[in-house]
């Protein structure tokens, strides 16, 4: 994810980036433009047409694409905003975990202490890898029986790492280092980050509706390729600039919006997992050290 200054403008508006739709888009506004200009010199100096109230039928066909776009933007941000809400969450309950167990554990117990500490950091990277391509359980951090061989037992690492923690939790209970209602409060944690990882696969194995997506491009297609059939009688060659910009301001909002409504992958609009990670990571060897 991009840092940036949202007060800004001038930087922002002057700015060229990959993440910036217009660079994306430029050989589709070149090919727009292009077959404008072939359809003006075509109807204006060749045939001479001559039409009447041209632009009215795309002026409401343009408001309720409008408003279809909308709708589509809003529901990709709906998917990007929840992503941020849950990793918020993954925050929060790591750091609940870690502060419980540092209080349970014995203080003089070091190794259970960073067996929880890596097997939690373990945890939300993995949830981040299997979200994206995939998990390289080498990347992974190691200790004692659990090792990569460990962790590719099952296709499914965060639910293997998660069984790992649980056992650990259980030995305890039953060695008399924690209580029943101590082991209680640490389940009701635990179950937080299995239901994290449950609703991002939620989101990301859900997009919109193929139909809608389908429907959405054909009309933007229709409605930029005949547009200039009657702009350019009543504008002339000035239709060239102005089905450009029309065509870069309705493909763009398509093209952002499917960008974020997937919002766990490295497109620079995507959510800065791999931060929040870090930042998982430095508060677990911080609390439990």
Same mark, same amino acid.
């Given at each position: 994810?991009?840092?940036?200054?949202?007060?800004?403008?001038w930087? *922002?508006?002057?700015?060229?980036?990959?993440?910036?739709?217009?660079?994306?888009?430029?050989?589709?506004? *070149?090919?727009?433009?292009?077959?404008?200009?072939?359809?003006?010199?075509?109807?204006?100096?060749?045939?001479?047409?001559?039409?009447?109230?041209?632009?009215?039928?795309?002026?409401?066909?343009?408001?309720?694409?409008?408003? *279809?776009?909308?709708?589509?933007?809003?529901?990709?941000? /709906?998917?990007?905003w929840?992503?941020?809400?849950?990793?918020?969450?993954?925050?929060?309950?790591?750091?609940?975990?870690?502060?419980?167990?540092?209080?349970?554990?014995?203080?003089?117990?070091?190794?259970?202490?960073?067996?929880?500490?890596?097997?939690?950091?373990?945890?939300?990277?993995?949830?981040?890898?299997?979200?994206r391509?995939?998990v390289?359980?080498?990347?992974? /951090?190691?200790?004692?029986?659990?090792n990569?061989h460990?962790?590719?037992?099952?296709?499914?690492?965060?639910?293997?790492?998660?069984?790992?923690?649980?056992?650990?939790?259980?030995?305890?209970?039953?060695?008399?280092? =924690?209580t029943?209602?101590?082991?209680?409060?640490?389940?009701?944690?635990?179950?937080?980050?299995?239901?994290?990882?449950?609703?991002?696969?939620?989101?990301?194995?859900?997009?919109i509706?193929?139909?809608?997506?389908?429907?959405?491009?054909?009309?933007?297609?229709?409605?930029?390729?005949?547009?200039?059939?009657?702009?350019?009688?009543?504008?002339?060659?000035?239709a060239?600039?102005?089905?450009?910009? =029309?065509?870069?301001?309705f493909?763009? =909002?398509?093209?952002?919006? /499917? /960008?974020?409504?997937?919002?766990?992958?490295?497109?620079?609009?995507?959510?800065?997992?791999?931060?929040?990670?870090?930042?998982?990571?430095?508060?677990?060897?911080?609390?439990?050290?």
């Amino acid at each position: 994810m991009i840092t940036y200054n949202p007060k800004d403008w001038w930087k *922002l508006i002057f700015a060229f980036h990959r993440s910036d739709t217009f660079m994306f888009l430029l050989p589709g506004i *070149l090919g727009v433009a292009a077959y404008t200009g072939v359809v003006a010199y075509i109807e204006n100096d060749i045939f001479h047409a001559s039409f009447k109230n041209t632009t009215v039928v795309h002026s409401l066909v343009g408001f309720v694409l409008s408003m *279809l776009l909308v709708f589509r933007t809003n529901t990709a941000y /709906e998917r990007w905003w929840e992503g941020r809400k849950i990793w918020g969450s993954f925050v929060n309950n790591s750091r609940n975990l870690s502060l419980k167990l540092d209080t349970f554990l014995p203080k003089e117990d070091n190794h259970t202490r960073q067996v929880f500490r890596i097997l939690i950091s373990n945890y939300v990277y993995a949830s981040k890898e299997h979200l994206r391509a995939g998990v390289n359980t080498n990347e992974l /951090e190691q200790i004692g029986k659990y090792n990569s061989h460990f962790f590719n037992q099952k296709k499914h690492v965060p639910n293997q790492i998660m069984g790992a923690i649980y056992e650990e939790i259980h030995q305890l209970y039953q060695k008399g280092v =924690i209580t029943g209602d101590q082991l209680f409060i640490l389940n009701e944690e635990l179950r937080s980050f299995t239901d994290n990882i449950g609703a991002c696969e939620r989101i990301k194995r859900t997009p919109i509706p193929y139909a809608y997506s389908l429907f959405l491009k054909k009309v933007i297609f229709l409605y930029v390729f005949t547009m200039p059939i009657g702009f350019v009688i009543e504008f002339k060659y000035w239709a060239v600039p102005i089905v450009a910009i =029309i065509f870069y301001v309705f493909a763009s =909002i398509e093209v952002l919006a /499917e /960008e974020i409504e997937d919002p766990f992958g490295t497109d620079a609009n995507d959510l800065p997992t791999d931060t929040i990670y870090n930042t998982i990571h430095d508060n677990l060897s911080e609390i439990l050290k």
